[in-house]
């Protein structure tokens, strides 16, 4: 099993272009998560989808839309780019029944210049 | 929404020693506390996790503690090594959300 795969793993735009992060899951998960991750400020709930069909606002969802293609794919949309969108995006995956933790992929590095 | 808040912010021991990160959090409502250890450049990754029905939980080395009362819970690693140097990440869940402290810069010194 591969996990939590994320694509691309290293992107750099400039101010007000779009791009489309991939996220997919192999292992069955419901829920699926964006998170962001800045220096000093830990990880930031983007967007997340408690099931297939469902999508919810998290802490900074702010500039982004997402979509829940399958019930293993979720995508996040960066419609125009911002410099202050410059993070590392983390995409996770969990069974979202009782006590189940966060599978996190390998991250996307995004700059915006 | 939860607050979750984590101290240190960084942390030096000399290897063999103990070393313990803090965590506070706001609602009580949240019922699940995972904690994740994330080296340069990687994905954070679970380490151990507890229920809020239960007190302490151990896995070798690694302990954490829980008191809902006062609204906080610890890590615990004990006889540390050079390996267990990276970020320390504690989290709360409430809701299938998760929420994370701003987390801890462990350096075990040889």
């Known amino acids: 099993n591969a996990g939590v795969t994320q694509t691309p793993k290293f992107q750099v735009l400039k101010t007000g272009q779009s791009m489309t992060l991939q996220c997919a899951q192999d292992?069955?998960?419901?829920?699926m998560y964006w998170y962001r991750q800045d220096p000093g400020m830990g990880l930031r709930l983007i967007y997340y989808?408690?099931?297939?069909?469902?999508?919810d606002k998290g802490e900074v969802p702010n500039g982004y839309n997402v979509s829940r293609l399958n019930k293993r794919e979720f995508s996040l949309r960066l419609e125009s780019a911002a410099p202050s969108q410059t993070s590392v995006y983390f995409c996770?995956?969990?069974?979202?029944?009782?006590?189940?933790?966060?599978?996190f992929g390998n991250g996307t590095r995004l700059t915006v210049t | 929404g939860e607050n979750v808040e984590q101290h240190p912010s960084t942390l030096s021991v000399q290897e063999g020693d103990s070393a313990v990160i803090k965590c506070t959090y706001s609602d009580s409502a949240s019922n699940y506390f995972p904690w994740y250890k994330q080296e340069l450049g990687k994905r954070p990754q679970l380490i151990i996790d507890i229920r809020s029905n239960v007190g302490e939980k151990k896995d070798q080395r690694i302990a954490v503690t829980l008191n809902k009362t006062a609204k906080h819970f610890s890590l615990h690693i004990t006889e540390t090594q050079p390996e267990d140097s990276a970020v320390y990440f504690c989290?709360?869940?409430?809701?299938?959300?998760?929420?994370f402290g701003t987390g801890t810069s462990l350096t075990v010194i040889p």
């Open positions: 989808s408690a099931s297939e069909g469902t999508t």
């Open positions: 989290a709360a869940s409430i809701y299938h959300q998760f929420y």
């Open positions: 292992m069955n998960h419901n829920s």
């Open positions: 996770a995956s969990s069974e979202g029944q009782g006590y189940s933790p966060l599978h």
